[in-house]
């Protein structure tokens, strides 16, 4: 999933300083499940604004809303339901679903809520950590499952660097080495051989560097 956490309040208040009518638009996905941008984290969210608006001495109408998703085409056109009611949305979607509804509303202004942060998973309760850097050429059949490039400080593919001890990163010594994992891992089915071949240099056409991905599924499109 999507993690995210709430920006600053102040950051959140400068961007609605001039603003009377504000839409505070829950998303019912990622967010939610990472306590970040669900209704509950929305609802508080505009208890903050009307706060901190007080406190420099001005008032705002807050709508609180909510879609399942803000990054499916199919579930926006519910904003409608508030049609008029505000000047802005302040959007507690990752920044996919910030995009998406200033792609499909050009003439209200959108503000993001949230800092989006990577792709994780729950590890604990209250604990999220990053497992995916969507780079779009999947290398996990090779690594035991384990991603090198979102989980290795470094992104590297061909076994660990010089600084790792023991088994944990040298840039963060709480931080495992991946690389001794993904040995680790392999080892456990006796395929400590597949780290013998040596990884090519990487295209990293695919992870967004050449501009925007785009993903077309023909059978799933309506001519």
Same mark, same amino acid.
């Given at each position: ?15 609605v300083?001039d ?19 669900g209704?509950?984290e929305?609802?508080?969210?505009a ?11 001005k ?6 809303g ?21 000047d ?31 792709? @994780? $998973?729950?590890? &604990?309760?209250?604990?999220? %950590? =990053? ?8 290398? /996990? ?24 001890? @023991? $088994?944990?990163? &040298?840039?963060?010594?709480? %931080? =495992? ?8 891992? /392999? ?33 799933? %499109?309506?001519?």
């Amino acid at each position: 999933m999507i993690v995210a956490e709430r920006k600053p309040m102040a950051e959140i208040i400068e961007m609605v300083k001039d603003c009377s009518r504000v839409l505070v638009l829950a998303c019912r996905g990622c967010v939610t499940v990472c306590s970040a941008g669900g209704e509950r984290e929305a609802a508080a969210l505009a208890s903050l604004i009307r706060l901190g608006m007080k406190k420099q001495g001005k008032t705002i109408q807050i709508i609180e809303g909510s879609l399942v998703r803000q990054c499916d085409k199919e579930y926006i056109d519910a904003i409608d339901a508030w049609n008029g009611q505000y000047d802005a949305i302040v959007s507690t979607a990752c920044g996919v679903g910030v995009n998406f509804i200033a792609n499909l509303r050009k003439d209200t202004m959108v503000y993001p809520a949230l800092n989006t942060s990577f792709f @994780g $998973g729950s590890a &604990e309760q209250g604990v999220w %950590t =990053e497992q995916c850097a969507g780079c779009g050429n999947c290398v /996990l059949h090779l690594t035991g499952g384990l991603c090198p490039v979102a989980r290795c400080a470094k992104s590297l593919m061909n076994g660990p660097c010089g600084g790792s001890v @023991g $088994g944990r990163c &040298e840039i963060n010594k709480n %931080t =495992e080495c991946i690389w001794q994992s993904i040995h680790d891992r /392999l080892g456990s089915f006796d395929r400590q051989s597949q780290m013998e071949t040596i990884a090519p240099i990487r295209d990293w056409s695919t992870a967004g560097h050449g501009g925007p991905r785009k993903t077309v599924r023909t059978d799933l %499109t309506i001519s």
